[in-house]
């Protein structure tokens, strides 16, 4: 009976792949080394690489990240020394700190928070595109409705 439910469970988790996936880097944890993590990842603790190919980034207050952060969503409540690129959304909370530029679809910023670089923000998601001329050819399309 229960190695039924069980495995049926499993297979139920497995099928729903990097979507149903969750990283999470305790606080007092250090990595050294670029992460790429096709789910959720949740980091507490300190990364000294880059976080790529990631559904989602929370970054806790005690935690950071030394390296570029490359994901669909990013959360952040700590320090970033590096570029964020957030192809749909990105929020900082009022403990954020990044130090470097921001490509996003979606920004919100609460108070206190604090951005070191620039802000580059798209009404489509193009992030990642191999022309960068492209985006902002594209940008302006959308905006005279073509």
């Known amino acids: 009976m229960f190695s039924n439910s069980s495995g049926d469970s499993r297979r139920n988790g497995k099928q729903g ?3 149903a996936s969750l ?3 305790a606080a007092g944890t250090v990595i050294s080394g670029d992460i790429s993590c096709p789910g959720a990842l949740k980091v507490e603790g300190q990364v000294d690489g880059s976080v790529q190919h990631a559904r989602q980034v929370m970054l806790a207050r005690e935690g950071s990240i030394r390296g570029d952060v490359t994901a669909d969503e990013v959360v952040v409540g700590g320090v970033i020394d590096g570029h964020v690129t957030a192809s749909e ?3 900082l909370q009022t403990t954020a700190v990044i130090n470097g530029d921001i490509s996003t679809k979606s920004i919100v910023v609460m108070e206190g928070a604090r951005i070191n670089g620039s802000v580059r923000m798209t009404e ?3 992030v990642g595109r191999a022309d960068p001329g492209r985006e902002a050819r594209d940008s302006r399309d959308v905006r005279a409705g073509r």
């Open 23 to 25: 990283t999470i880097l």
């Open 89 to 91: 959304r990105l929020e």
């Open 124 to 126: 489509i998601a193009l």
């Open 17 to 19: 792949g990097s979507e």
